[in-house]
Antibody
Framework: QVQLVQSGAEVKKPGASVKVSCKAS????????IHWVRQAPGHGLEWMGW????????YYAQKFQGRVTMTRDTSISTAYMELSALRSDDTAVYYC???????????????WGQGTLVTVSS | EIVLTQSPATLSLSPGERATLSCRAS??????LAWYQQKPGQAPRLLIY???NRATGIPARFSGSGSGTDFTLTISSLEPEDFAVYYC?????????FGQGTKLEIK
């Protein structure tokens, strides 16, 4: 069965960086784009960008350009999202999500990771 | 960027009643709209994609309709487990965007 398992919660100081991992199993990792979405406490969902596990190509929301880097390691079927220059308003649960259409960057998100809470506090 | 506006913000209903949730886009997204359900402490769960297609394993009481700028999620007869927050999401234009959510609460 398809699973996305994310790394554990993180506490960071303002100005630091955080790297969250998303390990995929149960399907061909390179066939489906991975997106990252975050949710601040008590708020809605905010899209951050995607990575093609096949090519490594990326596309980021303008809001995060310059601060976010998405990478992948196909040998271990894992995608990563690194966010730098953290601020208190980056405190959120970060989700990875798989697009439910083969080799398509755009689509509905049919499987989600369990979420990783990143807390930014001095 | 396409803005999705969901209404109402909160919907109070009883089990067995019919729920109608709305999502309006600031410009056409064709039929490229999905609906998700999210319960506290959980990741979102895909319910409907491409406006009207139920995702795998989703009960038939959930249905979606609409195209262009106006979309509706209908739950025909509410079960206790349906009380949650619902989000719409468009993929008709980059960047992907989500609505702000509708909280469906027990009356």
């Amino acid at each position: 069965q398809v699973q996305l398992v994310q790394s554990g919660a993180e506490v960071k100081k303002p100005g630091a960086s955080v790297k969250v991992s998303c390990k995929a199993s149960g399907y061909t990792f390179t066939g489906y784009y991975i997106h990252w979405v975050r949710q601040a406490p008590g708020h809605g969902l905010e899209w951050m960008g995607w990575i093609s596990p096949s090519s490594g190509g990326t596309y980021y929301a303008q809001k995060f350009q310059g601060r976010v880097t998405m990478t992948r390691d196909t040998s271990i079927s894992t995608a990563y999202m690194e966010l730098s220059a953290l601020r208190s308003d980056d405190t959120a649960v970060y989700y990875c999500a798989r697009v439910g259409r083969y080799y398509d960057s755009s689509g509905q998100f049919d499987f989600w990771g369990q979420g990783t809470l990143v807390t930014v506090s001095s | 960027e396409i803005v999705l506006t969901q209404s109402p913000a909160t919907l109070s209903l009883s089990p067995g009643e019919r729920a109608t949730l709305s999502c309006r886009a600031s410009q056409s997204v064709s039929s490229y709209l999905a609906w998700y359900q999210q319960k506290p402490g959980q990741a979102p769960r895909l319910l409907i994609y491409d406006a009207s297609n139920r995702a795998t394993g989703i009960p038939a009481r959930f249905s979606g309709s609409g195209s262009g700028t106006d979309f509706t999620l209908t739950i025909s007869s509410l079960e206790p487990e349906d009380f949650a927050v619902y989000y719409c999401q468009q993929r008709g234009s980059w960047p992907v965007s989500f609505g702000q959510g509708t909280k469906l609460e027990i009356k």
